[in-house]
């Protein structure tokens, strides 16, 4: 029978893992990049319906976690900083865990989900590979999580329950610290520098993202780089950029060790798998650096859904999750899986999951929902599950990026929530990328469609990596506004 076909619900439900990683861009295999070695991820994409062109809401972690994880924008949460409650700001409202929790979900968090509170102050080196045998305890923190995550799996899984578990990955996020020898899967002398390193011509200076929180990293404060556009030596881009690598194929393997483990205990045929990041990262495309832009490249995020019976050819397969060693991989191509390419949101997350699992839908928001406590602003999924092809109607994903001011200062990449006076927002159909920044009340929380201070257009097709802004040559302000204006309302 199609394991969609009814309801599940409560203690007979499906399983639920969900995995979520800190930064990871789509510079995986299953994406079709040639340098990464993520065997393991890309082994799972093989089994999945994988999405490649799914986009964050907000590319920083607290906002994007906040919102596939209630299921509403950021501007219903009214999160844009780390130093402001979504609680307090918008409404009490019901999370994704919460929700599998209260339908008799055994519900269970490991390492970084919800993003927990302000980063402090960051005194460490941007690269620092070590040993982890003269590490304290002899471990990192993803080591711990997966060995957590494994103790928990083998827990419930002898207690027979139904359960809900969310594995938060922190690598690749800065510093990048892992285990030194996988450094040796990327010879220096093999990096190359971004295909596009230099800031576009056309870039608004408000678009641009002056990454100050990789310039307050001695190793990077060393450099005596001037602000905000001094350029990264090429030595050390290089530097970031296999470290960046080392940091994926590092995380490859925890999630190799957690994905066999489900197979061991003989979860593969009754527990659900979701592979996502909060957001990506830039390596020096357009002379950036990390997140704190609405460009695809800090915006995109590998998204893939294992369901099985569904997305598996045969349920009772064997040797689904087999742990494959990145130092030892042969040169063998795994079949992509399903493969879909209209543009989706994270923010379609909570519904999609929820679904999957066969739990009650979830109605969706009012405007405004403050007062709501359960529903949803995201789209589900399900759709691209049971059918072929791209859907009959044209899709689009909604970013946005907040700014303090129209020119780098630095407190640009992340400006606390009073200081916001400008918002990017965004929209990614198939064929462009179309962004417009506009006037910000950070007390009202509200946009002034009016108050314009700059428009940005990329053709997708000829244009892939959005370095050349065509939006005076083509479009006018009043288009834009009649683009935007229904989510600004």
Known sequence: TNPLSSPLGGATGRNVLLIIVDDLRTSLGCYGDNIVKSPNIDQLASKSVRFTNAFAQQAVCAPSRVSFLTGRRPQTTRLFDFNSYWRKHAGNYSTLPQYFKEHGYVTMSVGKVFHPGKDGQLHANLICPVDVSEVPEGTLPDIQSTEEAIRLLKTVRQQNSSFFLAVGYHKPHIPFRFPKEFRKLY????????????????????????????????????????????????????????????SVSYLDGQVGQLLSTVENLGLANDTIIVFASDHGWSLGEHGEWAKYSNFDVATRVPLMFYVPGLTATNQTEQNIFTYMDPFNIEATSKPPGKVLEDPVELVSLYSTIAELAGLPLLPDCPVPSFHVDLCTEGRSLLPYFITSGKKNTETVAYSSYPRPSDTPQHNSDLPNLKDIRIMGYSMRTRDYRLTLWVGYNPVTFEANITDIHAQELYLVKTDPNQDNNLFNESLHDDFAQMLFGHILK
């Open 187 to 246: 010879p220096i002398e093999n990096i190359s520098l971004a295909p596009d390193p230099y800031i576009p011509k056309n870039l608004p200076s408000v678009a641009y993202n002056p990454w100050a929180d990789i310039r307050k990293r001695e190793d990077v404060q060393a450099l005596n780089i001037s602000f905000p556009y001094g350029p990264i030596p090429p030595h050390f881009q290089r530097l970031i950029r296999q470290s960046y690598y080392a």
